[in-house]
């Protein structure tokens, strides 16, 4: 399978969503609390099971390369005022849902859940439990930076039901490590893998970063081979994104020390066929996983789908977000909380929930979102399904997008044949410039995103 072609790369170089929600996050606008209540009245006569997020704000160092929302800091008192507040959001929220409601999957993020002491942890993950319903064999993940855990913090994670965890590695280069602030040796991402997989947390997910200061094809090749004696269940290999202007940290970043576009590009190449040929599945995006993951499996049976935390294989649940700054979906909503954590603060002591914007969809997002999503998660798109869903004449509503599309299918990016949409090997890298054909909000969009390859 060939899916790297650099010509169809360059010309096709641009910026774009990554499409984790659509209308994308950048479209929200403010969401009254009546406004989230009725789409959780919504979402109770649906009883889609639910998903929890929660965000953990805080790290106690910064990455340069950084375009999370964190907080840095090295005082651990700050959690337990935090924790104070999620507590209460979740019980607000615990108090609209209907109980009967199963919760398929908890997901802590960040900034770094494992900032939290692992008692927090614990009581964090408890205080869930108490509130809301989880099923047996649900999925329960973490962000876990394997910089200062050992195997209390692992017999920690399995006793508040983890099952999974994502580890942050990036690169195991210490001169890219050292350029981006971020050094953690292989033997200290082995050892806590070792003692997940001994602990019951048998799903593990490494990121990496391509396109760091400081980094080769020579270097990255080098990452790669451990990375693959590590055998993840699943690889995500983010393009790094240089905007300075929008994130901070990243202004610590050396320019002159970044790989050249073209190296770049060769890096990325070779991650691809490196990982290929040890028997990864492409997912799509920047998503790798082995065949027999859950992941891959789900896409093989046409049931993946895409949420804010990447690629997901449960695609009925609504999800509650819950801290700072989280986003949920909810009914046909998007909110998201307070970014600002005095501003957080103040809205839970006042009784109030914290969400401040989000959007609720119409008919023409819900025809959209459901394009986009099969084409992000299958590189198949049947017109006929969208027509059965939503009673509309696929070629006539979307005869411009079909227009805009003329140019990729000479391009071989994706062939429009008998009532369908089917991506080539070589579009699909290109996913996202497909899915932007459909975007109805794009032409309006003053955001920066991130390029598409
Ligand atoms: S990349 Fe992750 S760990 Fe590093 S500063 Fe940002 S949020 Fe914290």
């Known amino acids: 399978m060939s899916l790297f072609d650099l010509a169809l790369i360059k010309k096709y170089d641009r910026f774009g969503p990554r ?12 969401l009254t609390q009546d406004e989230y209540q009725a789409q959780v009245v919504i979402s109770n006569m649906r009883k889609n099971p639910i998903s929890l997020y929660c965000h953990i704000p805080f790290c106690d160092t910064v990455c340069f390369y950084c375009g999370c929302n964190k907080i840095v800091t090295k005082d651990k008192t700050k959690a337990e005022p935090y924790l104070e507040r999620l507590f209460k959001e979740i019980e607000q929220q615990g108090a609209l849902f209907n109980h009967s409601r199963k919760v398929e999957q908890m997901h802590f993020g960040g900034g770094t859940p494992t900032f939290l002491s692992n008692a927090q942890i614990i009581r964090l993950s408890e205080k869930l439990q108490s509130i809301f ?28 039901r983890f099952n999974r965890i994502s580890l ?9 490590q050292k350029a981006v602030n971020r050094v953690q040796s292989f033997e200290q991402t082995k050892a806590v893998m070792d003692l997940s997989r001994a602990y019951g947390l048998e799903s593990i997910s490494i990121d ?13 090749e080098t990452t790669l081979d451990q990375v693959a004696e590590l055998r993840p269940n699943r690889i995500s290999l983010f393009n790094y994104a240089n905007l300075p202007e929008l994130f901070k940290p990243q202004r610590r970043i050396d320019v002159l020390m970044l ?15 490196f990982l290929l040929s040890q028997g990864y599945v492409y997912i799509g995006m920047d998503h790798f996983s082995l065949p027999e993951d859950p992941l891959a499996i789900a896409q093989s049976k046409r049931q993946l789908y895409r949420n804010f935390q990447g690629y997901s294989t449960h695609a009925q649940c609504d999800i509650i977000g819950l801290g700072l700054s989280a986003i949920g979906q909810v009914g046909d909503g998007f909110s998201q909380n307070e970014k600002n954590i005095e501003k957080y603060y103040q809205r839970i002591d006042g009784g109030e929930l914290p969400i401040i914007k989000g959007q609720i969809i119409n008919q023409d997002d819900k025809i959209r979102r459901l394009v986009i999503m099969d084409l992000i998660c299958h590189f198949e798109l049947s017109f006929t399904k969208i027509e059965q869903t939503f009673d509309i004449v696929f070629e006539d509503y979307f005869a411009d997008s079909l227009f805009g599309l003329s140019e990729m299918a000479e391009d071989g990016l994706l062939e429009i044949t008998n009532r369908s949409i089917k991506v080539m090997d070589k579009g699909q890298l290109l996913i996202r410039n497909i899915c932007m054909v459909f975007d109805a909000y794009l032409a309006l969009s003053k955001t920066q995103f991130s390029k598409t390859i």
């Open 168 to 176: 942050g590695v990036q690169d195991f280069n210490v001169d890219v």
């Open 259 to 273: 790989p050249s576009a073209d190296e770049k590009l060769a890096i990325f190449k070779y991650s691809m066929d």
């Open 19 to 30: 499409y984790t929600s659509y209308p994308t996050a950048n479209n929200f606008k403010a």
């Open 133 to 160: 319903n989880f099923t047996d064999d649900g999925e329960y993940s973490i962000e876990v930076d394997p910089r200062g855990v050992d195997e209390d913090t692992i017999k920690a994670l399995a006793q508040a």
């Open 208 to 220: 990496l970063i391509y396109g760091l200061p400081k980094q080769s094809v020579q270097t990255f």
